[in-house]
Nanobody
Framework: QARLEESGGGSVQAGGSLRLSCVAS????????MGWFRQAPGKEREEVAS??????SYADSVKGRFTISQDNAKNTLYLQMNSVKPEDTAMYYC??????????????WGQGTQVTVSS
């Protein structure tokens, strides 16, 4: 069965860095559009970044600070978070789309990993 499992969350000071990981099992993530989402208390879930064979996409709020990547040999998705801000505090989730197209809808979700940024 396809599964996604995030790790790497934690507490970090504003301006610091953090790297989130998402290990996929049951399928090869390189065949799908993969994405990172986040949700803070009282706020709607938002897409942070996505990646597929054609390229990457970022939310304006994280552009220039976050980098999404994947290691196909390890079947792992990453989110490198640099210059973090308190407003980046949220539960972060990785997700896989139904196919290689990011517009196809999100099919699989991880359990989430908490990121807390202090000022």
């Amino acid at each position: 069965q396809a599964r996604l499992e995030e790790s790497g969350g934690g507490s970090v000071q504003a301006g610091g860095s953090l790297r989130l990981s998402c290990v996929a099992s049951g399928y090869t993530l390189s065949s799908y559009c993969m994405g990172w989402f986040r949700q803070a208390p009282g706020k709607e879930r938002e897409e942070v970044a996505s990646i597929n064979r054609y390229g990457t996409s970022y939310a304006d709020s994280v552009k220039g600070r976050f980098t999404i990547s994947q290691d196909n040999a390890k079947n792992t998705l990453y989110l490198q978070m640099n210059s973090v801000k308190p407003e980046d505090t949220a539960m972060y989730y990785c997700a896989a789309a139904r196919d290689r197209y990011c517009s196809s809808g999100w099919r699989y979700w991880g359990q989430g990993t908490q990121v807390t940024v202090s000022s």
